[in-house]
Nanobody, 122 residues
Framework: QVQLVESGGGLVQPGGSLRLSCVVS????????MAWYRQAPGKQRELVAA???????DYANSVKGRFTISRDNAKNAVYLQMNNLKPEDTAVYYC????????????????WGQGTQVTVSS
């Protein structure tokens, strides 16, 4: 059983900062790409940032320059540092990791966390 536990969400004023954490535990073959998604009320879930095993990163245009994704492979953890937060960043943030289905497989499984609420409001 693979578990992803997110933490760090909360209420913050515009211009403030939060740091989200996601720790992966359980029987997982190998962690490939780690990513953060978000879903605002009435909107589709969207990719916020992703990081490969070699630490190459990719960001949504809306968060470039404000958010930073990082990972600690020894801890099976991924982080999202969010600075200069805006009301439009309000959403439930989800952590996702990919893992090979079996050794040598090109097919991967996606594992999701339960989500953590981020609210940006004055």
């Amino acid at each position: 059983q693979v578990q992803l536990v997110e933490s760090g969400g909360g209420l913050v004023q515009p211009g403030g900062s939060l740091r989200l954490s996601c720790v992966v535990s359980g029987s997982i073959l190998r962690i490939l790409t780690m990513a953060w998604y978000r879903q605002a009320p009435g909107k589709q879930r969207e990719l916020v940032a992703a990081i490969t095993p070699s630490s190459s990163t990719d960001y949504a245009n809306s968060v470039k320059g404000r958010f930073t994704i990082s990972r600690d492979n020894a801890k099976n953890a991924v982080y999202l540092q969010m600075n200069n937060l805006k009301p439009e960043d309000t959403a439930v943030y989800y952590c996702k990791v990919d893992s090979p289905a079996y050794p040598g497989s090109r097919m991967t499984f996606d594992y999701w966390g339960q989500g953590t609420q981020v609210t940006v409001s004055s």
